[in-house]
Nanobody, 125 residues
């Protein structure tokens, strides 16, 4: 099973940017759906974006479209989430997750079965 470690969280002011990183290990880096999720205090965990490691197809939640970009570096087994124009409502714990159930299921947030420990993002107004 793949092991995932997130990094890059922090505190920024509204309008600022952060780049989250997710390092994957323990597997052959092929045919994974890699997702980014977030969970604010008292709220459910929501899917934010995903990328399919074969070919790089992506999709985003409506709340982050145009502001967040997910990318990958297959040579390094890394996935990134570039977050621009951050808003206070983006404040949450952000998690990297993965599954190998196929590209057609990358957008099925409930299918993700390997998780990192999370990294905190705090956006102040």
């Amino acid at each position: 099973q793949v092991q995932l470690v997130e990094s890059g969280g922090g505190s920024v002011q509204a309008g600022g940017s952060l780049r989250l990183s997710c390092a994957a290990s323990g597997t052959i880096w092929r045919s994974y759906c890699m997702g980014w999720f977030r969970q604010a205090p008292g709220k459910e965990r929501d899917g934010v974006a995903y990328i399919y490691t074969n070919g790089g197809s992506t999709d985003y939640a409506d709340s982050v479209k145009g502001r967040f970009t997910v990318s990958q570096d297959n040579a390094k087994n890394m996935v990134y989430l570039q977050m621009n124009n951050l808003k206070p409502e983006d404040t949450a714990m952000y998690y990297c997750a993965a599954h190998r159930l196929g590209a057609a299921r990358c957008g099925r947030w409930e299918d993700y079965n390997s998780w990192g420990q999370g990294t905190q993002v705090t956006v102040s107004s």
